[in-house]
């Protein structure tokens, strides 16, 4: 029963919700849609099917629909009308003999369709930096495919008014969101048909279709297989006119993260030989909450430039023998290193733990810091912050 439930999950994403629990109505629609395509496919006529398949949807439901949906669905099962060609040119350059990357130029539905039938669901990691449709000519959509109306309406199984419509929008350079959800839908689909089941995507993104973006990667990859919007600082000046004084900061843009499966992903944590590697390998009494963590010297060698010798970090500590010590490099080299903590962070650090103060070979006391894989210190507001997915808290992330 379980498999089944996988199953369901593998092949109709679009019908869970962010918490994993099937939206019946959402599976009702899929499998008539389905059942459509199947029927449109092999040119029957669907009307005793859909008197069987008398489904009604929740007044509550919704979806994400657009004109071109119906096409955009057609385009990702038609087979390829392209084939590749090696640039032997190219490749007989020295510099790209023995490469091992492969570079495809083309169009990159046609390109992702040919990927399909060596890299099915093998690829672990995607990222895909779309056309951002921001009105300014990066996007338009021009489909050289020969479609007649009539011919499209038998394929997509839709009436010809709306295929007319659809081969307008298709075949006049739109930049519209309709057409560009037309031009992201086949391509996305075909991307999550690449990925390994533990495999992941992301997409750049800005505000003019990042919430378009959103709603079609919930129907394709499902909602609960959404990991993050990830938000970062893009632009060292607003554009056009914008002033930070007078309007909202927008100099960001967005990187959507979705999984392949929710189920079947391994979340991406670190194994103990990946922490051991890191260095990662002591225990301590706050091994529970904390995990492992790894030593690492409070001090840093000054320099002009970045490390300037700062007196305030050159401070006194007390040692675990009660004796008073400063940073013994400036004892060998006056000025020559510097604490990267405040007496007040350090204080802070010691009495929680994060703290450890050993001799050295040599016979000088030394202050190193512990850096755990679950928490860290808040520098700016003196507190200990944890990670609660329990996921490492310092670039851990390893195997992506």
């Known amino acids: 029963m379980l ?70 669905k057609l385009l990702r099962h038609l087979p390829t009308h392209t084939l590749i060609a090696q640039d032997s040119a190219h490749n007989a350059q020295p510099q790209n003999a023995n490469s091992k ?29 779309p056309p951002y449709n921001t009105g300014n000519g990066d996007f338009i959509y021009n489909d050289e495919r020969s479609f007649t109306p009539q011919s499209l309406a038998q394929m997509a199984n839709i009436e010809l008014e709306e295929a007319s419509s659809i081969l307008n929008l298709t075949l006049k350079n ?21 990925l390994r089941d533990d495999g992941v995507i992301f997409i750049s993104i800005d505000d003019n279709e990042q919430a378009n973006l959103k709603l079609l990667c919930d129907e394709i990859f499902g909602e609960e297989n959404f990991v993050a919007n990830i938000i970062w600082h893009s632009k060292n000046k607003p554009s056009g006119n914008t002033t930070e004084n007078k309007t909202i900061d927008t100099r960001t843009e967005h990187i959507l993260c979705y999984q392949k499966s929710y189920f079947l992903a391994n979340k991406y944590e670190n194994t103990k030989d990946e922490l051991k590697e890191k260095g990662y390998i002591l225990k301590d009494e706050f091994f529970k909450t904390r995990g492992y963590y790894k ?106």
Not at 30 to 47: H, K, M, R
Not at 326 to 353: C, E, M, V
Not at 365 to 375: G, L, S, V
Not at 379 to 391: A, D, F, P, Q, T
Request: with cysteine; net charge positive.
């Open 3 to 72: 498999d089944r439930f996988h199953a369901l999950k593998e092949h109709f994403p679009q019908c869970f919700d962010k918490n994993g629990d099937l939206m019946p109505h959402k599976l009702q629609k899929a499998i008539l849609d389905l059942a459509q395509e199947i029927n449109a496919q092999a040119n029957t006529a669907t009307q005793d099917l859909e008197n069987e398949a008398t489904f009604s949807l929740s007044k509550e439901s919704y979806s994400l629909n657009w004109l071109g949906k119906s096409y955009a």
């Open 101 to 129: 990357n492969v570079l495809i130029k083309g169009d990159n539905l046609e390109v992702l369709k040919h990927l399909k039938n060596a890299y099915y669901r093998k690829v672990k990691m995607i990222y895909i930096d």
């Open 174 to 194: 739109s930049s519209t969101h309709s057409a560009w959800l037309s031009f992201m839908y086949p391509r996305l689909y075909i991307a999550r048909q690449l």
């Open 295 to 400: 030593l690492t010297p409070l001090m840093h060698s000054c320099s002009a430039s970045s490390f300037k010798y700062i007196e305030s970090l050159d401070y006194e500590v007390k040692a675990p023998d009660g004796t008073i010590f400063k940073n013994h490099q400036n004892i060998k080299k006056p000025k020559s290193y510097r604490y990267t903590w405040s007496k007040k962070l350090f204080d802070f650090g010691n009495a929680n733990g994060f703290i450890e103060i050993q001799k050295t070979s040599d016979g000088f006391w030394c202050i190193y810091r512990k850096m755990y894989e679950f928490c860290a210190i808040d520098n700016k507001k003196l507190e200990i912050v944890y990670r609660k997915s329990g996921n490492a808290y310092n670039n851990l992330i390893t195997g992506i």
